[in-house]
């Protein structure tokens, strides 16, 4: 049985990265009706930021030569580490059990929200390998960002998750599915460009209802 893991990370309710990663996540649920599906809204449903007593446990994993990540709470020494450890628990235990997570996000600032951010700073320690794992990555961005773009080089959205996951989980093989210009449907400005966001959106909505087929 295999285990999705989706979350969601725009402050928009009506958000187009979130339509795109129910589109896979509806696609992977029809193809696996016996799988487990777990759904965290973190713009809706934020997790803390880290504070001292993680980082504390942090270094206490750091000083280790490896460690089991769903043991680490027996390093909590002091309350404020075992408080610390208490939000972490179930944010790791449900990214360990997923085999595959689902990563809905908009582009802010050309990078991540910090909704999705203290999300990763929460779970990510030391040593961490997700190797066997996969991530799938639905995103908007108001621009674009697209190969030969002018903005291209700004794109610390995809660039930061892909080399994050690869540098620090060992996961090498992140899909990305974009939709860019969204902007095209509320700035005048790029109101020229919408034909091309509208082309790029239907797009990446059948990429992400497609792709489910091979997870
Ligand atoms: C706080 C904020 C920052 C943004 N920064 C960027 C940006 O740097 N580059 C860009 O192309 N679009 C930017 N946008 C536009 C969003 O990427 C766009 O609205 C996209 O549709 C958001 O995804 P969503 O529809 O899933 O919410 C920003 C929007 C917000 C609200």
Known sequence: MSTLLHLDASARRRSISRELSAAFAGAW????????????DLAADPVPFIGEAWTELC???????????????????TPEQAAAWEIVRPLLAELLAADVILIGT?????????????????????RMSLGERRFVVTTARGGTYAPGAP?????????????????????????????????????????????????????????????????
């Open 106 to 126: 908009p582009m802010y600032n050309y990078s991540i929200p910090a909704s999705l951010k203290a999300w990763l700073d929460q779970v990510t320690f030391p």
């Open 29 to 40: 649920r029809a193809r696996n009706p016996d799988g487990d599906y777990r759904y965290r």
């Open 151 to 215: 903005k291209a080089a700004y794109d610390y959205q995809e660039r930061f998750m892909r080399d994050f996951f690869a540098g620090h989980f060992a996961v090498s093989d992140t899909v990305f599915v974009h939709a860019e210009l969204a902007n095209s449907r509320q700035d005048p400005a790029l109101a020229h460009r919408r034909a091309e966001h509208d082309a790029s959106y239907t797009l990446a909505l059948a990429t992400a209802r497609d792709l489910a087929e091979e997870y």
């Open 59 to 77: 270094d206490a994993v750091l000083a280790l030569p490896s460690t089991d990540p769903e043991r680490l709470g027996e390093l909590a020494r």
